[in-house]
């Protein structure tokens, strides 16, 4: 595996479910970014990890929880969600918090919530 | 006021026509400028990368920023079929959050063979 990846491609859940997304980037990153994609809207910065830490929370509603254990894996756990969230979610990586550095995106989560 | 703006979209285009791709934006502090190209189902792949005013070219596709003019490029020369996907441009300021991109909506760019 080369890049970012992520897993699983696509996702219908229900309200009450429970979910997690999970993302690995291969190219040995010290950042890590999840952000939302919707129809017709800009992408949206949701949260930012540098060396498993979070250090950007973008006023996301708590039903999302990201977990980052280590700087290669990052996971976006999902609850009670409405179905206004249904959207494509992305993962990013970048060398480090600097300035201009570049982020890489993974191909992205399908979510679907009824 | 939005701090990126695109020019209306979506395009289509004869194959080997050249495209001209746009965004303004507001904020002054802005000095990292990219492009990414999104193919239907997939992520955004980083296409052009451009630091400050200036332009820069790779290949069949050039960057350009006009600060002065608050004002991103991006031209394709000779377009393909292949070039048909959804174009984003993206910026990022200098500042203590300078990790942040602020995106565009992007532009749908259809050639036709």
């Known amino acids: 595996e080369t890049g970012v990846t992520q897993t699983p491609r696509h996702l219908v859940m229900g309200m009450t479910n429970k979910k997690s997304l999970k993302c690995e980037q291969h190219?040995?990153?010290?950042?890590m970014y999840w952000y939302k994609q919707s129809a017709k809207k800009p992408l949206e910065l949701m949260f930012v990890?540098?060396?498993?830490?979070?250090?950007e929370n973008n006023s996301v509603p708590s039903r999302f929880s990201p977990e980052c254990p280590n700087s290669s894996h990052l996971f976006l756990h999902l609850h009670t969600l409405q179905p206004e969230d249904s959207a494509l979610y992305l993962c990013?990586?970048?060398?480090?918090?600097?300035?201009?550095?570049?982020?890489?995106f993974g191909p992205g989560t399908r979510l679907t919530v009824l | 006021q939005k701090e990126v703006e695109k020019d209306p979209g979506p395009l289509s285009v004869p194959e080997g026509a050249i495209v001209s791709l746009n965004c303004t934006y507001s904020?002054?502090?802005?000095?990292?400028f990219m492009w990414y190209r999104q193919y239907s189902r997939k992520g955004p792949e980083l296409l052009m990368y451009t630091y400050s005013s200036g332009n820069k070219e790779d290949g069949r596709f050039t960057a350009q920023v006009d600060k002065s003019s608050k004002y991103i490029s991006l031209f394709i020369r000779d377009s393909q079929p292949s070039d048909s996907a959804t174009y984003l441009c993206a910026m990022s300021d200098s500042g203590g959050s300078n990790y942040k991109l602020t995106f565009g909506k992007g532009t749908l760019l259809t050639v036709n063979p």
């Open positions: 990013a990586s970048s060398q480090d918090l600097i300035g201009g550095d570049k982020q890489f």
């Open positions: 904020n002054s502090a802005f000095q990292y």
């Open positions: 190219l040995g990153h010290n950042a």
């Open positions: 990890y540098s060396l498993e830490e979070r250090v």
